[in-house]
């Protein structure tokens, strides 16, 4: 019994520790914020990273890396 529990208490850290994995989205993530800064949409900055910079991207995981990883605020 005191074995499954030290397994499952390993299982628990290695799941609960943060993956470090980086986004294609992370190399323009500056210029991408200062997009939005300017008002430009999310469809308009999907649009113009595929165009300018090749990397095709949805809109939802544009707005979540905004919103939720980089915690970008805007001043609306």
Do not use: C, P
């Given at each position: ?24 989205l992370d ?14 949409s999310y ?24 919103n939720h ?8």
């Amino acid at each position: 019994m005191n074995l499954i529990h030290q397994e499952l208490k390993a299982d628990l850290i290695r799941f609960s520790k943060k993956k470090n994995r980086s986004s294609k989205l992370d190399s323009f993530k500056y210029e991408i914020l200062i997009l939005r800064q300017y008002g430009l949409s999310y469809q308009k900055i999907s649009n113009w990273l595929l165009s300018e910079k090749s990397v095709k991207t949805s809109i939802s995981n544009l707005a979540y890396m905004i919103n939720h990883v980089w915690e970008y605020k805007s001043n609306d």
